[in-house]
């Protein structure tokens, strides 16, 4: 029983590390990581430091949803965010949810 719950554990792991990985991937495919890393600021904010700001906001994922869709101004400094039309909705929250779940 133990080996069964030790590999249940470990492939769930590979999932989300996968899940990551992806989510990673469509935020490079999508232009974000033009001007945000994940743990360093660039143009914009570091995700880890968006995710940090807004932990238990429990209205953030509907905010930074509709910032990445049409862009916000004066949140992170002076320098805007242009919008992302382009960027669907689904992938729009996709985006988000990952840049949330980041520690």
Do not use: F, R
């Amino acid at each position: 029983m133990k080996a069964v719950w030790m590999g249940v554990v470990a492939t769930s792991a590979l999932l989300l590390i996968g899940t990551a990985q992806a989510d990673a991937g469509l935020a490079k495919s999508s232009g974000c990581m033009a001007c945000h890393m994940v743990d360093k600021k660039l143009v914009g904010p570091a995700y880890k430091d968006v995710a940090a700001k807004y932990k238990g906001d429990s209205a953030a994922e509907a905010k930074l949803i509709k910032n990445v869709k049409n862009g916000s101004k004066g949140t992170w400094g002076p320098i805007p965010m242009p919008p992302n039309a382009t960027v669907s909705d689904d992938n729009a929250k996709t985006l988000v949810k990952w840049i949330l779940s980041l520690k």
